[in-house]
């Protein structure tokens, strides 16, 4: 059975909305151990992203500038050219994925346009590490069972 994204993404997504300030976008990352952020349009409940922030995003727009945080919004910082990808993704539609974007996230969506998870560059080496093991355990099986039978 192939790999698809829905198995293997975070189904816990912390989001945030563009009025969420740069401080409490912080606090959310630290509290939640993420370094990242889904946006939602804190205006309707469609679930659908509206743009996505990073840790790198705050630290390079706001506290590098020397701004005050506690002004600037998740608006102001974050990316709105968003990378998703549909949960029935395989894993090789989604490595070409954060590959011709380069990112390190993939935003899963259901077939509404909804979050249903979220997709790290972890998740997708993890995945394949895994697959790499079983066909490690293929090629050991077939050098075992030719000594096998050649005895």
């Known amino acids: 059975m192939p790999i698809t994204l829905e198995s293997l993404a975070t189904k816990i997504v912390v989001t945030a909305t563009p009025d969420t ?3 409490r976008a912080a606090q959310l990352m630290r509290a939640h151990h993420v370094g990242s952020l889904v946006v939602l349009d804190g205006v309707s409940d469609s679930g659908k992203p509206v743009g996505i922030v990073t840790d790198r995003d705050l ?3 706001v506290m590098a500038e020397e701004l005050d945080p506690a002004l600037f ?3 102001d910082v974050m990316s709105v050219e968003l990378v998703t990808a549909p949960s029935r993704a395989s894993l090789m ?3 070409h994925e954060m590959r011709r974007h380069r990112v390190r996230r993939l935003i899963v969506l259901d077939d509404a346009g909804r979050v249903v998870g979220l997709a790290a560059l972890e998740d997708l080496l993890e995945a394949m590490t895994r697959e790499f093991g079983e066909l490690v355990m293929a090629l050991r099986g077939a050098r075992e ?3 096998r039978e050649r005895q």
Do not use: F, K, P, W
């Open 21 to 23: 300030t740069a401080t």
């Open 59 to 61: 630290v390079l727009a």
């Open 73 to 75: 919004t998740v608006g």
């Open 93 to 95: 539609e989604a490595t």
């Open 145 to 147: 069972r030719e000594i």
